[in-house]
């Protein structure tokens, strides 16, 4: 879970996963449907403007989550839906305006959900022990769709360090979830 200034950058990186076929959308809440059905950086940049708008003195507006199932959870994209929607309600972001995009761009299945921290009036939504708050939803998220543990994932993966690859692309994650597993 992260929090930036650039709505623009969050969705251009997501936008160029689904133009490179390595994602695709498969939820939005709260956003304008284009007459095409495809989402592009320019509908989804025209359903926050207002909420960003309203905004007046939140420095980072923008919301975004990444959910990670261990790659043996095999979940469609129904579920992966659902689990999304029951995330973001639990975490007060379910009346904002979100999108959530599927990447397939490495080993696993993940979500990744941009939203905004403020509401249409302006004022932001609760973060407080938003970090605990959120590892608690994902625990529930666990439980609720039988998924493997995330500390047992980690166990699992701090046996293994995984070499960083140019080829895979994305080298700013790879060098990230490197760092991640030895800090």
């Known amino acids: 879970m992260s929090s930036s200034n650039t709505l623009y950058g969050v969705l251009s990186y997501n936008q160029i996963?689904?133009?490179?076929?390595?994602?695709?959308?498969?939820?939005?809440?709260?956003?304008?449907?284009?007459?095409?059905?495809?989402?592009?950086?320019?509908?989804c940049l025209r359903s926050f403007e207002p909420y960003l708008l309203a905004n007046n003195k939140t420095e980072?507006?923008?919301?975004?989550?990444?959910l990670n199932p261990d790659p043996k959870d095999v979940l469609s994209n129904e579920q992966l839906s659902d689990m999304a929607q029951e995330y973001m309600q639990q975490m007060?972001?379910?009346d904002q305006p979100f999108i959530v995009y599927k990447h397939e761009d490495i080993e696993r299945k993940h979500l990744h959900i941009v939203s905004l921290r403020v509401d249409e009036n302006g004022k932001k939504i609760d973060d407080h022990f938003e970090h605990r708050r959120s590892m608690d939803a994902c625990r529930e998220l666990e439980q609720?769709?039988?998924?493997?543990?995330?500390?047992?994932?980690?166990?699992?993966?701090?046996?293994?360090?995984?070499?960083?690859r140019y080829e895979n692309g994305d080298i700013k994650h790879q060098i990230a979830n490197v760092i991640r597993s030895i800090a």
Do not use: C, W
């Not at 998924?147 to 070499?163: C, E, F, I, T, Y």
């Open 144 to 164: 609720k769709y039988g998924l493997v543990p995330a500390d047992q994932k980690r166990k699992q993966h701090d046996l293994s360090l995984k070499a960083v």
């Open 60 to 66: 980072k507006p923008v919301l975004h989550v990444s």
């Open 92 to 94: 007060g972001y379910g």
């Open 17 to 43: 996963k689904v133009d490179d076929a390595h994602a695709k959308v498969i939820f939005t809440n709260r956003m304008i449907e284009p007459k095409d059905g495809i989402y592009d950086i320019n509908t």
